[in-house]
């Protein structure tokens, strides 16, 4: 069996190719500039600098981006530039019309890039896939929900269908989604949370009860140190930034580990002071930066436990205070001593074989996290898409607990989660394992029976759907034919569906991997006034830090053809369960009727519209935070793994036997220009690359020891015991700055080299960020010309010359 990626490669991305590094700070005017050019491009200079003010404002709208929380004294210029590039790309005056889908196939549009599918604009109409013409063509919304009824009502069983969750969705959509799936007889809640931090949600709950951070922004206010693992604010989360700006700049420590050095964790300038705007200055953020090997982090994180175990035993021999705070540990948790065991018959030369970092680096590490009086550990996907990412997370919790760091100010877990309110989905009950509690709550509340079968998530919806298991798929945003692993098996899992349906604002290509029969149902974006029966109607989201407020935007809507995301809930569900007692379409008169039902089912939503409509509404408390622990054992829980279960990579191992070659651990990451896998531009400003996509970022001795040079093209191919042959053509070599052994290379480009059945074994997230490949010589795709460059300041004006 074989999937090997055909090579198409468009003239806007190999024309215009350029790299060149980038000096200046992250931030500045280079982020400036790039909101300008993006609100240009999208034409809408006017109109969205207006919508900008909104953004992130307590009567505004939550930016459609990130999780990051909003301060409580938000400045009037409160989002960041990558916030500013979605705001421009959903506010655009551009349309993709019937009349758009009348002149281009689907075929046709599959061969177009994934950034030129976005750029085409706003979806206007509801559409169906007409396979004799190879079209979308209108259809009625009326049409729409009745060809959904019809195969939702015909499945042998209700698990034959699979109800996709993207992190944009609201609570109140949420809400109404997860209550519809389970009357309609299902717990298949595939869910974006599934491919990026379900580890943090399955670890911390067993560490400490509730797979949720524990801290606040004020915490960063006063910690003494900020450790960030696996994670890249200046790209991923920009408005992080300025946190930890204010946290250098009052003499804390920030201490980076991360395999790449990324200019957002070393030097910021702040668009918001005028002085560094004025002198070109900036603000160093990490103090110190470690650069573990790509998958070294357990190795890391062990070696500070022993560090921290062998000063403990020290101390005590010497009489003086123990390194461990003795007292928590004894009144809050359990399983102290077996941890410890495991730490003693673990020899320094295991741990230091997988960091990657000199035995003198490991240990300064571990001095810094002794020397904090106070400690935030914040975490991203470089922690969590790991086959034991999980592994991973408990032991970010172990170090916490063994100082005393959960419940106090100033301390505590930080996961820092992408998708603004992908942590307010799972709260509302998008989950594929529901506790019982929710499910007896929603059966008193509504009188429904809801099945306690556990159902499928991402990887056991799409094995499923490539068997026939799930004939029915139903995505609520997102993009799942690409953001998912194994892409080639995924998107045939797609085509043999009975049914697909797509509820979305923009065009990308999961709307181009048909069903058998296919819907495109275009919502109502973030940015846009939602009209009901009782008037203009908000919705609330979760940050990642537990804040629930209020988002309306302030636009007309891009057609007046779209439905809110509730609104499309709501009818589906009428015409799904036609004898159905709950009221869907009532709800959707006024939203405030959605959050008193939500009220009604979780117990932390009390009062729940009068403290929404706060001025920046609530906050929902962690329990660990009150060292009330809600795990089986009542108490917060040491979970290690043995250093050699971790790393007895049976994938790595067989890479190497089978192929005799060198085989290297790739991670996918996102470049500036993206978010998730909506492509904005073709630019990675600050790591040098310009108007190009397909490079590959490898550490300049390891270029030399393969016989490689830079710039020369390879084709990265995937090593696993499946037998299926998976390769990626024609990359570009980047010499770049990561750790020996380690590669680097943008997804979703690279997710065809993610074998599905690669995963963490509890979350069952993909495991992105370990793929053992092998490089081969390759060549150069066609056009591609590097004497034809542009400068970086007017890389971006490649899109106005092509589609």
């Known amino acids: 069996m074989e999937n090997t990626e055909e090579k198409k490669h468009d003239d806007e991305e190999t024309s215009y190719a350029r790299i060149k590094p980038y000096t200046n700070p992250a931030g500045g005017w280079g982020a400036l500039l790039s909101v300008a050019r993006n609100l240009k491009r999208q034409e809408v200079f006017k109109k969205g600098a207006i919508t900008l003010l909104n953004i992130n404002q307590p009567t505004g709208f939550d930016c459609p981006g990130c999780a990051w929380p909003e301060k409580k004294d938000a400045h009037a210029f409160n989002f960041c530039e990558n916030g500013a590039k979605a705001v421009a790309f959903e506010a655009t005056s551009k349309r993709v019309t019937p009349e758009f889908f009348a002149t281009h196939t689907v075929s046709w549009l599959s061969e177009q890039s994934d950034f030129l599918l976005e750029d085409s604009g706003r979806l206007t109409d509801p559409m169906r896939y007409d396979s004799a013409t190879d079209k979308y063509v209108p259809i009625s919304w009326d049409d729409a929900f009745a060809l959904i009824a019809k195969h939702l009502q015909a499945l042998d069983h209700p698990d034959q269908a699979a109800f996709y969750t993207s992190g944009r969705a609201s609570n109140e959509a949420a809400f109404l989604y997860q209550l519809f799936v389970r009357a309609y007889g299902t717990n298949n809640f595939p869910d974006c949370s599934n491919m990026c931090h379900e580890t943090t949600s399955v670890g911390l709950r067993d560490s400490i009860g509730l797979g949720k951070g524990t801290v606040t922004l004020e915490d960063f206010d006063i910690a003494d140190a900020i450790f960030s693992f696996g994670h890249n604010p200046g790209t991923n989360h920009p408005r992080m930034l300025g946190t930890l700006r204010e946290v250098s700049r009052r003499g804390g420590n920030i201490v980076a580990i991360n395999p790449l050095k990324e200019r957002g964790l070393e030097r910021f300038q702040d668009p918001q002071a005028p002085v560094e705007m004025m002198t070109n200055g900036s603000t160093p953020i990490s103090r110190y930066y470690f650069q573990p090997n790509v998958g070294g982090d357990y190795a890391l994180m062990f070696g500070m436990l022993k560090h921290l175990r062998e000063w403990d035993i020290q101390a005590l021999a010497e009489g003086k205070k123990s390194v461990f705070d003795r007292s928590f540990i004894e009144m809050n948790t359990v399983g102290f001593d077996a941890m410890m065991e495991e730490i003693d018959r673990t020899a320094w030369s295991d741990i230091h074989a997988h960091t990657g970092l000199s035995p003198e680096h490991l240990e300064s590490l571990a001095k810094m996290y002794l020397d904090a009086k106070t400690a935030i550990f914040c975490w991203g996907m470089g922690i969590t898409q790991h086959r034991h990412g999980t592994a991973n997370v408990h032991m970010l919790a172990n170090l916490m607990l063994a100082r005393g760091h959960i419940g106090s100010p100033g301390a505590g877990l930080a996961p820092i989660r992408g998708h603004s309110n992908v942590q307010g989905d799972r709260t509302m009950g998008i989950n594929e394992r529901p506790s019982p509690k929710l499910l007896d709550s929603l059966d008193r509340v509504f009188g429904i029976k809801s099945p306690r079968e556990h159902g499928f998530g991402v990887v056991d919806t799409i094995k499923a759907m490539y068997e026939g ?294 979350a069952k997230i993909p495991a992105s960020k370990s793929v053992p490949v092998i490089l081969h010589a390759g060549q150069a795709p066609e056009h591609f010309n590097l004497a034809q460059t542009v400068d970086p300041e007017d890389a971006n004006q490649i899109v106005n010359r092509v589609g």
Not at 481 to 496: F, N
């Open 469 to 762: 298991g799930v004939k029915v798929f139903i995505g609520l945003g997102g993009n799942f034919a690409v953001a998912t692993p194994d892409t080639p098996y995924t998107q045939e899992g797609l085509r043999r569906c009975d049914l697909t349906v797509q509820i979305a604002t923009k065009l990308n290509r999961s709307h181009l991997v048909c069903g058998k029969e296919a819907l495109l149902l275009p919502c109502l974006g973030r940015t846009e006034v939602d009209m009901q029966q009782h008037g203009p109607q908000a919705v609330s989201v979760e940050d990642s830090m537990s804040n629930v407020h209020l988002s309306a935007g302030p636009n007309e809507p891009a057609s007046k053809n779209l439905l809110s995301e509730p609104d499309i809930v709501a009818r589906m569900a009428a015409a799904v369960l036609p004898d159905s007692d709950i009221k869907w379409k009532w709800y959707v008169e006024s939203y405030d009727r959605i959050r008193d039902s939500i009220e009604d089912v979780f117990d932390e939503f009390h009062d729940f519209n009068a403290r929404v409509y706060q001025p920046g509404g609530f906050h929902l408390e962690h329990p660990a935070n009150q060292h009330v622990w809600n795990t089986p054992a009542g108490k917060a829980q040491f979970l290690i793994t043995p250093l050699a279960e971790v790393y007895a990579d049976k994938e790595n191992k067989y890479a190497e036997q089978y192929t005799g070659a060198k085989v290297y651990t790739l991670m996918t990451t996102r470049s500036h220009d993206q978010y998730n896998t909506t492509l904005y531009g073709l630019d990675d400003r600050y790591r040098g690359v310009f108007g190009q996509r397909r490079v590959l970022f490898m550490n300049a001795e390891d270029i030399a020891a393969a016989g490689f040079v830079a710039d020369q093209w390879v084709d990265i191919e995937s090593i696993y015991s499946d037998g299926v042959k998976r390769v990626v053509q024609s990359f570009r070599i980047v010499p770049y700055n990561i750790p020996r052994g380690s590669l680097a290379a943008y997804y979703p480009e690279t997710n065809p080299l993610v074998a599905l059945s690669s995963h963490d074994k509890y």
